[in-house]
């Protein structure tokens, strides 16, 4: 049985915040910020550091590497780098060990995705291990909240609002000043989310059984055999999730008018959000929507004001995969909460961002991240925030992403883009032999 | 009308109203539009594309009891382009009104290149009931319950 380590917080990052605005108790939403734990799992080939490169004080993260197992741990028979079948190894998949005690992010750079790579001279048998006593809490990651439903969770923040005198119907006076450019703090101790801090088994726990075989095809592909197909390197969308990421949706910019509010990230795309405000939603069809039945890469978005809280509800999203993390299904759903951090005299430090996800397909129950946003400062100074347009520089060949040189012939499979491409590639090229689940057939044969 | 002056017509209206769909996204001239093929066969995806969606499905075969397999054994999937994504929804064409195993009717315009594809023009698109193919050698308009999806008739011109 696996112990957590103690729980402590990180000074600076619990100050950081605490300093959002005083709100009263409430249904649905200000709930004390998950705990932040003093460390990540592992294994982490640049350590704490979150920017551009190696560091040159870098210190990796590990258990043991070379060969090594950490002290007190017996090594399974098998695992996610010696298996030949990861799809029979089911039973495993619940154990820690199975990974080398890795995180999701552990296993995703061990080959050196952007990181000093771990995987040792000999791999499999050197591929590095984490921390097999650390862990993140479940509890802590799932919502606070106890609604079961997007719109449950919406509807009592309305109501509440309602109650108040609200929602505040703001104008162009009296609307909060936040409009302007964000960055996310990036610490990656700060969310589960950015998948450092907790094993993958607490990971497959939030998981339906069809989403954790998913997640666990990802994580061997990175670690079993380092092909790595992440929607970004081809150009292919970049989904809804990606606002989330540690890396992508980071920078941020917010432009705030009474009717919309435009929340717009950078990725390997630009990722923008268009907020309509006292907007409701059409609830006739498989999901809320605000246009036509055609899933949206960022969703649609409705929201609110209460006070100088905005509440949001996005419904509508197609599903996709954010790499590292979970793939998430058309029934994705979120509330969101932006509420300012603010200091001692009122001026704005920054955003509070807390996201509560609801997705009956991919998730067991609902779950909660939390994001703090500073305010860059310096803003009339700043250069503009770029609109990415990505531009195709690699390609699968032979199911490994491949850059390619202007002029240079390749042969090209065209994505099944919703069709889950990515678990294409790797189906086709890095799953041979092994005996994958197969779904029944229907009485005309297909 | 013609199937040019639909598609012509379309994108002028697509231009009307702002949509993206509006600007010149490709030429139709891959369509043989003097050719109506009209098949019957078993969604297995539907591609919400803003600019056009595309339906693919499995031809069943005359009988009408399974899909039509290529000589590998596997079934052969024809892909047909309509509207974008939005304007094909007025219609009911979306993914979540077309999953996986529905059984439909379409008149398309094929391939030049003799490809398994093609452009539904301003042929029809029918549903059939749920799990209810039409009789062999039908379609899924003379079955009672089906659902025209949008305008236009299941005739084929060889």
Not at chain 1, 202 to 208: G, M
Not at chain 2, 69 to 92: I, S, T
Request: with cysteine; glycine share 10%; aromatic share 10%.
């Amino acid at each position: 049985m696996l112990q957590l380590h103690a729980l402590r917080c990180i000074p600076g990052l619990l100050l950081a915040g605490l300093l959002q605005a005083a709100e009263p108790a409430s249904v649905g939403r200000g709930a004390p910020d998950p705990l932040i734990p003093p460390d990540i799992v592992g294994s982490e080939g640049k350590g704490y550091f979150t920017g551009a490169g190696i560091p040159a004080d870098n210190a990796p993260i590990f258990a043991a590497r070379d060969g090594a197992v950490p002290d007190g741990i017996e090594p399974l028979a098998l695992d996610i780098f010696s298996t030949r079948d990861f799809y029979q190894d089911r039973a495993l998949w619940s154990d820690p060990r199975y990974y080398r005690c890795n995180s999701a992010v552990g296993l995703e750079q061990i080959w050196g995705a952007y990181e000093v790579p771990l995987i040792g001279d000999d791999p499999p048998r050197t591929a590095a291990w984490g921390f097999c006593d650390r862990d993140y809490p479940r509890e802590q990651i799932v919502s606070p909240y106890g609604f079961a439903t997007a719109k449950a969770h919406f509807e009592a923040l309305l109501t509440e609002a309602t109650a108040k005198g609200g929602p505040t119907r703001h104008t162009a006076a009296t609307l909060p000043a936040w409009s302007g450019r964000y960055g996310r703090q990036r610490d990656k101790r700060l969310a589960w989310f950015n998948g450092a801090t907790l094993q993958i088994p607490t990971y497959l726990s939030l998981l339906t059984p069809d989403y954790q075989q998913r997640f666990v095809q990802q994580m061997y592909h990175y670690s079993g055999d380092n092909s790595a197909q992440w929607p970004g390197s081809y150009c292919w969308p970049e989904g809804f999730m990606r606002r989330l990421a540690q890396y992508g949706g980071a920078s941020v910019q917010l432009l705030l008018t009474p009717d919309l509010v435009l929340d717009m990230r950078n990725a390997a795309k630009t990722l923008v959000t268009q907020i309509h405000i006292g907007r409701r939603f059409n609830e006739e069809g498989v999901v809320p929507r605000l246009g036509p039945d055609v899933p949206q890469w960022f969703g649609e978005t409705i929201g609110f004001w209460d006070g100088e809280a905005l509440i949001t509800w996005t419904s509508n999203v197609q599903g996709w995969i954010s790499h590292g993390g979970f793939e998430y299904s058309s029934k994705l759903q979120s509330i969101e909460i932006y509420t300012a951090r603010k200091d001692a005299a009122g001026a704005l430090l920054g955003l509070h961002h807390e996201v509560v996800l609801y997705d009956p397909e991919a998730l067991v129950e609902p779950v909660r991240i939390v994001h703090l946003l500073d305010r860059l400062p310096d803003q009339q100074t700043l250069d503009p925030l770029t609109i990415m347009e990505c531009i195709p520089q690699s390609f699968p060949v032979s199911g490994v992403t491949t850059p390619m040189s202007p002029g240079q012939v390749v042969e090209y499979r065209v994505p099944d883009i919703f069709g889950r491409p990515w678990a294409k590639i790797w189906e086709e090229y890095h799953e041979q032999g092994m005996q994958r689940p197969q779904p029944a057939k229907s009485r005309f044969g297909l | 009308m013609s199937s040019l002056n639909r598609a012509t017509v379309t994108a002028a209206c697509l231009a009307l109203l702002g949509s993206p769909a509006g600007q010149a996204h490709h030429s139709f001239a891959m369509y043989d539009s003097g050719k109506t093929l009209v098949l019957t066969g078993i969604i297995t995806q539907v591609d919400p594309n803003p600019n056009h969606l595309q339906v693919f499905f499995a031809p069943l075969n005359a009988a009408r009891d399974q899909v039509e397999k290529d000589a590998r054994g596997e079934p052969v999937v024809w892909a047909v382009e309509m509207d974008g994504a939005a304007l094909a929804a007025r219609d009911g064409i979306t993914v979540n009104g077309l999953p996986r195993g529905t059984i439909v009717s379409v008149g398309l315009h094929p391939l030049r290149n003799g490809h398994t594809g093609g452009g539904r023009g301003e042929n029809g698109f029918y549903r059939c009931p749920a799990d209810t193919p039409p009789p062999p050698g039908k379609h899924c308009d003379s079955v009672a319950g089906a659902v025209a999806l949008g305008e236009g008739s299941l005739q084929a011109v060889p």
